[in-house]
């Protein structure tokens, strides 16, 4: 996992960019049983968060998205089946191809496991300024310690997130 972390006071564009998104992404997923929410940091009013619009999409079945690859494409993502191996739950595609990259796509299933938690750490945040504040600190400080060093910013955020993740998800 290469590439700079970089990351950036909370900007005020960004929900508008999530909705203009969203509207593309519905021509795609607009079946029953399918939802679009804005997940990640930049989701979270007043954030710190690296500007990449996390969205999540919400399938009943995983093969409905491989279906929907060519789809996808043709809305300028690049599906990356690589990271698979380490999230098989997910379908994942990222925008625009070379980087800065501005957009990430996670297709998972509606009410899974994964699904579930990003929602249940996405609204605690929204719902708790102080900790959505330490979490930027803390995002701030490791992405100055692991700017060349994605594993390590991820690794270094994965207690914070599991710390919340045992209160809000039984």
Not at 111 to 125: I, K, S
Not at 157 to 163: A, G, T
Request: proline share 5%.
């Amino acid at each position: 996992m290469t590439g700079t972390v970089r990351v950036v006071a909370w900007r005020s564009e960004w929900p508008e960019l999530f909705a203009r998104e969203r509207a593309r992404l519905a021509t795609v997923f607009d079946g029953p049983g399918e939802r679009i929410e804005h997940v990640g940091s930049t989701s979270v009013a007043g954030l710190a968060a690296k500007p990449i619009i996390d969205i999540m999409v919400g399938v009943k079945a995983l093969d409905d998205v491989e279906a929907r690859i060519g789809a996808l494409e043709a809305l300028g993502y690049q599906y990356v089946p690589q990271y698979e191996s380490e999230i098989p739950e997910r379908r994942y595609f990222r925008r625009p191809h070379r980087r800065p990259r501005t957009h990430h796509v996670h297709c998972v299933v509606l009410g899974g496991r994964l699904w579930t938690r990003h929602l249940a750490f996405r609204d605690y945040l929204r719902a708790h300024p102080d900790d959505a504040e330490a979490y930027g600190r803390l995002k701030r400080r490791l992405a100055r310690r692991s700017a060349q060093d994605r594993r390590a910013y991820l690794e270094g955020k994965d207690p914070f997130i599991r710390r919340i993740l045992e209160e809000v998800v039984s």
